[in-house]
């Protein structure tokens, strides 16, 4: 079509080498004559380099990849935020968690205190009914502090223990497990230990009416 413009190609040097190269060319006249013009770039070094950066690229995808699918085997909710307190990504699970209350997290922009704030307002929360306020203040200031897991109990009367870790680079990962089934059998433990204490004390009682009875003269 007369014109040639940022073609790429492989060319073969007189010396055998091959190289990436970029074509231009361009037909013209003079005095009636056609010529062609050709200018030939040699740019196998920046196409090395985009190939290299390209590798780089898509091992860098895998391991992406990689890391979400082991944070979707997890079976309760994982949740990542970054330094500056920002979700970063988490895990169907917990997604599902707080879609279902209408508030959906936007990786990027929905803040730790916003989920925090959200689930309270919801209600979600037995010890933020009445104080949202004061929930959400305390909540912040026990966040990555390290301490021992939170346990909470919902108003569905489910349980959630929650696990939150400030890493050196100041991300933050976090982990809730549901513990429902601990806490009921807890509960059934505490009361078979309350009925085991009262059958001893009933034992105790009796054994002892029936000593000072023995030793009464009849």
Request: proline fraction near 1%.
């Amino acid at each position: 079509r007369g014109q040639v413009v940022g073609m790429e190609s492989h060319s073969v040097m007189k010396n055998g080498r091959i190289i990436d190269a970029l074509v231009y060319s361009q037909i013209f006249a003079i005095d009636h004559t056609r010529y062609i013009l050709t200018l030939v770039e040699d740019i196998t070094q920046r196409k090395g380099a985009e190939r290299r950066s390209k590798d780089a690229q898509n091992l860098a995808d895998a391991a992406q990849q990689q890391l979400r699918n082991a944070i979707e085997t997890v079976n309760d909710g994982f949740v990542l935020f970054d330094s500056d307190d920002r979700l970063v990504t988490a895990n169907s699970n917990y997604y599902r968690f707080f879609e279902s209350i209408g508030s959906p997290l936007v990786p990027g922009q929905t803040t730790y205190e916003d989920i925090i704030r959200a689930g309270a307002e919801a209600g979600l929360y037995k010890s933020a009914l009445g104080r949202v306020s004061a929930y959400v203040a305390e909540r912040l200031a026990s966040y990555g502090s390290g301490k021992e897991a939170l346990e909470l109990e919902l108003v569905n009367g489910r349980w959630l223990r929650v696990t939150e870790r400030r890493m050196s680079d100041g991300s933050m990962v976090c982990s809730g497990v549901d513990i429902t089934e601990l806490k009921r059998r807890e509960v059934e433990l505490e009361h078979a230990r309350i009925m085991a204490d009262a059958a001893n004390q009933a034992k105790s009682t009796f054994l002892s009416s029936m000593s000072h009875e023995l030793r009464t003269p009849m």
